[in-house]
């Protein structure tokens, strides 16, 4: 199996002692590209008591393409689709190799607390938040209530 780069080795080691409110980072101890990643839902949103599962991937010519990350907690944000894949510029063509892993999930991170529905993923949700935000927002708490139980 390859070895780690000096980057992730780097940024692992800061992910560790270098600790981002609301976000637990576990490396995989069987795959150094592997990360498991616990995001507390932000307060004064409908995700806030929320605990939410995210994993992240990096890909083999990381960090010249970003890292691959879902959501295994069901969530309701326009951002976010029912298979847990993120819409979130940075993931995507914003993606810079000067950017790292703790960047990414600081993304996230803030894309709970903005949700973007001009920018969707889950058109249902999305649609909703344009039309009923009140109504958008309080299913999004049911789903928070239902499925981000603490661990």
Known sequence: MAQPTPRIIKETQNLGKDKVQGIEVT???????????IITGPPNTPYEGGVF???????DDY???????????????????????IC???????WSPALQIRSILLSIQVL?????????LNNEAANLWK???????MKAKEYTLKYAKKH
């Open 88 to 94: 979130l510029d940075v993931l995507k063509d914003k």
């Open 27 to 37: 490396p995989d101890p069987g795959n150094f590209k592997h990360f498991y990643v």
């Open 112 to 120: 709970l607390s903005s949700p973007n529905p001009d920018d969707p």
């Open 131 to 137: 039309a009923n935000e009140a109504q958008a927002l």
């Open 53 to 59: 599962d995210v994993e992240l991937l990096l890909p």
């Open 63 to 85: 960090p010249m393409s970003p890292p691959k990350c879902v959501f295994n907690t069901k969530i309701y944000h326009p951002n976010i689709d029912n298979l847990g894949r």
